[in-house]
């Protein structure tokens, strides 16, 4: 049985039908558009958003609060009480079960996460859209860290779910290779490395589409589960590509050959180093909006956007970030949509927060608005389109 985790319940005004009701998007959302800003609260926001786009939304990235015990207050009277861990449970459970009705079968999300609430919200997870469901936990790699007394921690933490894992692509990165050092069949193309592109017999599944025979120069068969498809594995065969160990016997296990500076599909590893630091990405952020510091610890556009492309999902994807912060989000999206030509439609929702340790002669006044001042700069640097709306109550 699964463990399940408990808590006090904190209702919201917008639990109510009769509220939900009354509201709407001023001016009205166009879904042919190709992003989307929508400021308010994304509770009721989420809950609008299921008339157009239930099972339509491929991929989700959130950077939620943390509950740290001083950025998240989402009711003073609770973290007063002691009761802050179920207000935030009860917080994030509405919206990831809205999140989780508008993702597609083949979608997945990311939340990111530090250490306060990590292993409830792990928990939360698992009974929301399934243990069976987690992915991983990609943990990025962020500078020197946060220390204390007795330790540093230099990773913050990103659950990935999906919401149905049987549908969900295999995740791929591709990785460029320097550290061939060998030639031991004297390729003509210079230095490689073997790797592994099969399971062994007794982890293959006779009934896997990719579960077929594969024969030796020297009349060795082997049958067993590839990492490839029948018609790749015949056009690496053909380009000298499959390694069966020293001739004449060819008897090894086959590998593939990887060449140096050849890009190679592999599976993504769940620690992140190759991305930019928090610093680099709150230098990128002022010089975008031409103010200093006004956004707390935004995170790096390629984080983002490598986290979008691991997944495989199509190039006309619907993305969601109903946290949006400052926006990073829609910049990831714009420039993959750049780099490969895709038509990705990227939705935000922001709460028009207060911008904290903001100076009197701060020009936004809530972090919706840096948001939208971002995103316009950037749809204008890539040529993208967006539009924008407001949550609002209609008496």
């Not at 594995?233 to 090894?252: H, R, S, V, W």
């Not at 316009?376 to 949550?391: A, G, R």
């Given at each position: 049985m699964a463990f399940k985790i408990t808590w006090d319940d904190y209702p919201e005004a917008y639990d109510s039908s009769q509220i939900m009701e009354k509201?709407?998007?001023?001016?009205?959302?166009?879904?042919?558009?190709?992003?989307?800003?929508?400021?308010?609260?994304?509770?009721?926001?989420?809950?609008?958003?299921?008339?157009?786009?239930?099972?339509?939304?491929?991929?989700?990235?959130?950077?939620?609060?943390?509950?740290?015990?001083?950025?998240?207050?989402?009711?003073?009277?609770?973290?007063a009480n002691g009761d802050r861990h179920s207000a935030w449970?009860?917080?994030?459970?509405?919206?990831?079960?809205?999140?989780?009705?508008?993702?597609?079968e083949s979608g997945c999300i990311f939340i990111a996460i530090d250490q306060s609430e990590l292993y409830v919200l792990k928990l939360l997870c698992d009974q929301?859209?399934?243990?069976?469901?987690?992915?991983?936990?990609?943990?990025?790699?962020?500078?020197?860290?946060?220390?204390?007394?007795?330790?540093?921690?230099?990773?913050?933490?990103?659950?990935?779910?999906?919401?149905?894992?049987?549908?969900?692509?295999p995740f791929k990165e591709i990785e460029y290779t320097s550290w061939a050092k060998k030639n031991v069949d004297k390729d003509p193309r210079g230095d490689w490395f073997s790797g592994s592109i099969s399971f062994t017999e007794q982890r293959s599944n006779p009934n896997h589409h990719n579960y077929f025979t594969v024969t030796s120069p020297s009349g060795i068969k082997w049958t067993r589960q590839w990492q490839c498809s029948k018609e790749?594995?015949?056009?690496?065969?053909?380009?000298?590509?499959?390694?069966?160990?020293?001739?004449?016997?060819?008897?090894?296990v086959p590998r593939k050959k990887v060449f140096n500076d050849?890009?190679?599909?592999?599976?993504?590893?769940?620690?992140?180093?190759?991305?930019?630091?928090?610093?680099?990405?709150?230098?990128?952020l002022d010089e975008l909006l031409g103010?200093?510091?006004?956004?707390?610890?935004?995170?790096?556009?390629?984080?983002?956007?490598?986290?979008?492309?691991?997944?495989?999902?199509?190039?006309?994807?619907?993305?969601?970030?109903f946290f949006a912060g400052s926006g990073t989000t829609f910049e990831a999206v714009c420039e993959?949509?750049?780099?490969?030509?895709?038509?990705?439609?990227?939705?935000?929702?922001?709460?028009?927060?207060?911008?904290?340790g903001a100076s009197q002669d701060c020009d936004f006044k809530n972090i919706a608005e840096i948001c939208k001042a971002r995103c316009?700069?950037?749809?204008?640097?890539?040529?993208?389109?967006?539009?924008?709306?407001?949550?609002y109550f209609n008496d």
């Open positions: 509201l709407s998007f001023e001016p009205e959302v166009s879904f042919e558009e190709n992003h989307i800003l929508l400021e308010g609260d994304n509770y009721p926001v989420l809950k609008l958003l299921q008339k157009n786009l239930q099972n339509k939304v491929n991929l989700i990235y959130i950077d939620p609060p943390y509950n740290t015990g001083n950025e998240f207050t989402y009711n003073d009277s609770f973290i449970l009860s917080f994030m459970s509405r919206r990831l079960k809205c999140a989780a009705q508008l993702l597609q929301i859209f399934g243990e069976d469901n987690f992915v991983n936990d990609f943990m990025w790699l962020h500078g020197k860290g946060k220390k204390d007394t007795w330790s540093r921690t230099l990773q913050q933490h990103t659950l990935c779910y999906a919401k149905n894992k049987k549908a969900l692509k790749e594995m015949d056009e690496l065969l053909a380009d000298n590509k499959i390694y069966f160990g020293p001739a004449p016997e060819y008897a090894a050849q890009p190679e599909e592999v599976i993504p590893r769940n620690i992140i180093e190759q991305v930019e630091s928090t610093r680099s990405a709150q230098k990128h103010a200093k510091a006004v956004f707390d610890n935004p995170k790096p556009v390629d984080l983002i956007s490598h986290l979008i492309e691991i997944t495989q999902m199509p190039k006309d994807s619907i993305i969601l970030d993959l949509n750049s780099r490969d030509k895709g038509n990705r439609k990227c939705i935000l929702v922001q709460k028009p927060e207060e911008v904290k316009q700069n950037v749809s204008q640097i890539y040529n993208e389109k967006l539009s924008y709306s407001v949550l």
